[in-house]
């Protein structure tokens, strides 16, 4: 029962966004890439308006222009790269706060890790990008987005410093084990046979989790994402 109540409220969440229609934007030297992207953002059946730059130095023109519902960012750029560009994005007066996505051809855990802890929502390896990925990365970028910004600010307590001293002194032990599951679940990926199977979407979504824990063990501030980790 639980799992059909997620799937319709998975549903409820995509039509109202598809009825508010979306403003994107991506960030991207790559014509190539650029164009890819924006045939998947037409096959993922939303309602995507998206503008199109290939520099860090455009992207602070374009965020004068116009107010961004989600950024997708190029991690590998000219000058710069995924993370410079989030920094402006964050310093940012009208877009700091808006959703953004790390797109990255460079399947690092480290670069994932650092874009997560930059206040990136998620982070797509172009090599494993599809209209179905990038559907749900995107949707739950703005859904998140929208309750953060309507739930009331919390105050320091006693319970959250006793959390972030108890993730400090397990982090150092906890790390290694996540980053050898890590190269693990990529390694078993590399080797299946059949990529029609859905055992490459499993294993993907245990190292993402893998990814995320690693982030808020290095920043127990972050928080975990309800959905994320739903079994």
């Known amino acids: 029962m639980q799992h059909i109540?997620?799937?319709a409220e998975g549903v409820g969440n995509l039509q109202i966004v598809n009825q508010m229609g979306i403003r994107a934007l991506i960030l991207?030297?790559?014509?190539?890439?650029?164009?890819?992207?924006?045939?998947?953002?037409?096959?993922?059946?939303?309602?995507?308006?998206?503008?199109?730059?290939a520099s860090i130095e455009a992207l602070d023109r374009i965020l004068d222009q116009e107010k961004f519902d989600v950024i997708l960012i190029d991690y590998n750029l000219p000058q710069g790269d995924g993370i410079d560009a989030l920094r402006h994005i964050r310093a940012h007066p009208?877009?700091?706060?808006c959703p953004a996505i790390m797109v990255t051809g460079n399947d690092s855990s480290a670069i994932a890790v650092?874009?997560?802890?930059?206040?990136?929502s998620d982070y797509l390896p172009k090599e494993r990008l599809s209209a179905?990925?990038?559907?749900?990365?995107?949707?739950?970028a703005i859904?998140?987005?929208s309750e953060e910004r309507d739930a009331p600010p919390l105050p320091q307590t006693e319970v959250d410093r006793l959390t972030s001293v108890?993730?400090?002194?397990?982090?150092?032990?906890?790390?290694?084990?996540?980053?050898?599951?890590i190269r693990d679940l990529r390694t078993l990926k590399s080797k299946l046979p059949d990529?029609?199977?859905?055992?490459p979407g499993s294993l993907e979504t245990v190292e993402r989790q893998c990814i995320h824990m690693w982030a808020i063990l290095l920043d127990p501030k972050m928080e975990p994402d309800s959905k994320e980790f739903r079994h």
């Open 114 to 120: 650092q874009s997560l802890k930059m206040g990136c």
């Open 143 to 145: 859904e998140t987005f």
């Open 195 to 199: 990529e029609s199977t859905n055992v």
């Open 166 to 181: 108890v993730m400090q002194k397990y982090a150092s032990a906890l790390q290694p084990k996540l980053a050898r599951i």
């Open 132 to 140: 179905g990925s990038l559907r749900d990365s995107i949707v739950k």
């Open 94 to 97: 009208v877009n700091g706060d």
């Open 5 to 7: 109540a997620d799937h």
């Open 28 to 53: 991207d030297d790559s014509v190539f890439d650029r164009r890819r992207i924006r045939r998947l953002t037409h096959d993922t059946n939303l309602q995507i308006s998206l503008d199109e730059i």
